[in-house]
């Protein structure tokens, strides 16, 4: 799977170092200046090369951009009032049917991959349609593969004013943090007690990913609570009784300090690692948007000549890349890797003459040409706001709302209802 994958994933890069090498980026007015030089040298072309853009999914800049479209939606609806962090359980029954005498999980990653994604598509369906966890304005999800392979998904859900978790009484029948009693739901305490336990982690135990400095960068083991605090730097400090209830994990009585935020309906449904989490305050925002968009953890070393300038992105991402088999599973069945509620309509602001353009070495003039005649999103508004008078009450990153705009006539059309899933940001360019 990782190897048909990778050849598929080549293809796909090889092809850009071949076609877009030749592609150069400018300034309409960087090209008119060119032209307009007499001393221009044969051998030099404006601009720089595309290397590897925001169209190839899982680059730098296509995360930077997915990053700062889910910027746009919490700017118009709000900071998000959960993030759910959904894991794989390879012991599901659906696996291991369908598992020969002998085999385990790893050795078939096509069916790990199938069959998450159809408990995520049901989960997704429970949250966004079922509304379990109350009405949801806007969803964001993103898949991410551990070094390990088994695929989990975060999902941030912004809710409707009435279904926010603004007391403590709402977080409480929202989210748990404590071991239920064996006696009274068997089942229960022993998903928590199998998936919902973090560690136990203590200083004698340095090996642990979660250590850091000898101390447990998840804060574990966490203070009793007797009641829920609503806001800690961020996050809620949710019930966790010294009652007595405990569970055996590995070889040690296990209380609710040890247990990582959960809801019993999923967690029953699902049977797998489930984390549930109150967003409560602002601060918290940009730290779980780039967290969701931050991709594989790598570190990349070059070595170069001295006054030697190499940039190539391609290479840079391939060698920094790293595929498990679930993962060339996923991606080979073109399931989504990203999606959200809504629609980004990403708007060019440039001031006269200095609009971005794609062209070709030997085609410059024909470029410049066709720039001149060709509307960015921003100079078609002006038309639309001078041949239009009713847009002239309608604020720029406001205007997908109301109008959509046409790429091949270049201009702003009249929506015939608004459409309250479209949703305007300035494009920010790396």
Same mark, same amino acid.
């Given at each position: ?61 296509n ?30 029954e659906?696996?291991?049917?369908n ?14 991959a ?27 999800? $993103?898949?991410?593969?551990? &070094? ?10 912004? #809710?409707?004013? !009435? =279904? %926010?978790?603004?007391?403590?009484e ?94 019993p ?12 989490e ?6 918290? $925002?940009?730290?779980?948007? &780039? ?10 070393? #070059?070595?170069? !000549? =001295? %006054? ?27 399931f ?6 809504h ?88």
């Amino acid at each position: 799977f990782v190897d048909a994958y990778i050849k598929t994933e080549a293809n796909r890069l090889n092809y850009i170092r071949q076609n877009q090498k030749l592609l150069r980026v400018e300034k309409y007015k960087g090209l008119m200046d060119h032209l307009a030089s007499e001393n221009t040298d044969p051998q030099f072309t404006p601009g720089q090369p595309f290397i590897l853009p925001s169209t190839f999914s899982g680059s730098p800049r296509n995360m930077h951009q997915n990053y700062q479209d889910a910027m746009a939606i919490v700017r118009k609806y709000g900071k998000p009032d959960l993030f759910i962090t959904m894991t794989c359980n390879p012991k599901w029954e659906e696996i291991t049917e369908n598992l020969h005498k002998g085999q385990t999980s790893e050795f078939r990653p096509d069916l790990v991959a199938r069959v998450f994604h159809l408990k995520l598509k049901q989960l997704l369906q429970d949250i966004c349609k079922e509304h379990i966890l109350g009405i949801p304005l806007a969803k964001i999800h $993103v898949i991410e593969f551990q &070094k390990r392979g088994l695929p989990h998904a975060h999902i941030l859900l912004i #809710l409707a004013e !009435e =279904h %926010k978790p603004k007391t403590t009484e709402l977080i409480d029948k929202i989210v748990c943090a404590e071991i239920p009693d064996i006696q009274k739901f068997p089942r229960l305490h022993s998903i928590v007690a199998k998936h919902m336990i973090h560690g136990p982690c203590n200083n004698t135990t340095l090996n642990l990913p979660c250590m850091v400095s000898g101390k447990c960068s998840k804060e574990f083991p966490k203070s009793f609570q007797n009641e829920t605090i609503q806001n800690c730097d961020g996050y809620p400090k949710y019930r966790r009784r010294d009652n007595g209830v405990g569970t055996l994990s590995h070889g040690k009585i296990i209380n609710n300090s040890w247990v990582v935020p959960y809801n019993p309906f999923l967690l029953l449904k699902y049977n797998s690692h489930i984390n549930v989490e109150v967003c409560a305050s602002i601060k918290s $925002v940009k730290y779980l948007f &780039k967290y969701v968009y931050k991709g594989h953890d790598c570190a990349n070393v #070059l070595i170069t !000549e =001295h %006054k030697t300038s190499q940039h190539d992105e391609i290479k840079t991402f391939t060698d920094s890349r790293y595929v498990t088999a679930p993962e060339a599973a996923w991606r080979l069945n073109a399931f989504e890797m990203h999606h959200q509620t809504h629609t980004i309509q990403r708007l060019e602001v440039h001031l006269p003459d200095e609009q971005s353009i794609v062209f070709h070495p030997k085609n410059i003039t024909i470029a410049v040409e066709t720039a001149k005649t060709k509307d960015t999103t921003l100079t078609a508004w002006f038309k639309l706001n001078a041949e239009h008078p009713p847009a002239n009450s309608i604020l720029y990153i406001d205007i997908p709302m109301y109008y959509t705009f046409n790429k091949k006539q270049r201009q702003w059309k009249q929506r015939k209802t608004e459409n309250n899933k479209t949703i305007g940001r300035i494009v920010f360019k790396t």
